[in-house]
Nanobody, 117 residues
């Protein structure tokens, strides 16, 4: 019953901003690292950002300095703030919880981000 539900995707102009949210249910949220991945047509799914239980963050080089991942354990929510968006950021963005503590991995359904003028 563990689920991740993304929201906040949409159409934005280059240089604009979006904030994606990932809300977890059916899990002890603060036990897990949570990540954002993205995938464009014809490309491999790639890690965008991750945040650990302790709040340590990791970013892909392509988004470093532009994206910020954070978590609010009280709300079971991870946020990806995306600034200075580029055409290359266009993708479906997925929230992800890896397998840990004997639990299976969980993927969200994805939310579309389109950067276009």
């Amino acid at each position: 019953q563990a689920q991740l539900v993304e929201s906040g995707g949409g159409l934005v102009q280059p240089g604009g901003s979006l904030r994606l949210s990932c809300v977890a249910s059916g899990m002890v949220f603060d036990m897990f690292t949570i990540s954002w991945y993205r995938q464009s047509p014809g490309k491999q799914r790639e890690l965008v950002a991750a945040i650990t239980r302790g709040g340590t963050t990791n970013y892909a080089d392509s988004v470093m300095g532009r994206f910020t991942i954070s978590r609010d354990n009280a709300k079971n929510t991870v946020t990806l703030q995306m600034n200075s968006l580029k055409f290359e950021d266009t993708a479906v963005y997925y929230c992800y919880r890896p397998a840990a503590w004997g639990a299976d991995q969980v993927w969200g359904q994805g939310t579309q981000v389109t950067v276009s003028s």
